[in-house]
């Protein structure tokens, strides 16, 4: 019978997965492989220290630590500037879209303007460029002019 349970709770978090696989966006689907992953891995921990094998438990532990402190130091650079004003509606942050168009995050209206001509006739995609590329760069135009008010 616990089989059985197993196989169906299996069965439905693939199907999940595959779910989010399918309609989320890459940097959410990441998101939850990470957090199924540290679930799974901290739920091993929990039995380890269950049954008594502290030493196990302790090992694994201490081998998650690095890789912990690596993902909360990109977590708090991509939050860095949340709630200061230097995002606007979009998910890209101003220094992003200054590296995506390579101007200074605090370059004037014209610089952006003329960065953004420059980036589109290159890489357009009417003459062979990415679309997806070209929407990071109407992005990258949108936040740095939105940032000062322009546009």
Not at 4 to 30: D, E, M, P
């Amino acid at each position: 019978m616990n089989w059985l349970l197993a196989g169906i709770a299996a069965a439905l978090l693939f199907w999940a997965l595959a779910w989010i696989g399918l309609n989320a966006r890459a940097s959410t689907v990441l998101r939850w492989v990470k957090w199924i992953l540290v679930a799974a891995i901290l739920a091993g921990v929990a039995v380890l220290v269950a049954t008594g094998q502290l030493r196990p438990a302790l090992m694994t532990g201490l081998m998650l630590v690095p890789l912990f402190l690596r993902w909360r130091r990109g977590h708090a650079f991509r939050s860095a500037g949340q709630g200061t004003g230097s995002r606007t509606r979009s998910s890209m942050s101003v220094a992003e879209a200054a590296e995506i168009l390579g101007v200074s995050p605090d370059a004037d209206e014209k610089a952006v303007r003329q960065a953004y001509h420059r980036m589109m006739a290159e890489h357009h995609p009417d003459k062979g460029g990415s679309d997806w590329y070209a929407r990071q760069i109407n992005e990258a135009r949108d936040v740095l002019l939105g940032a000062r008010g322009g546009r």
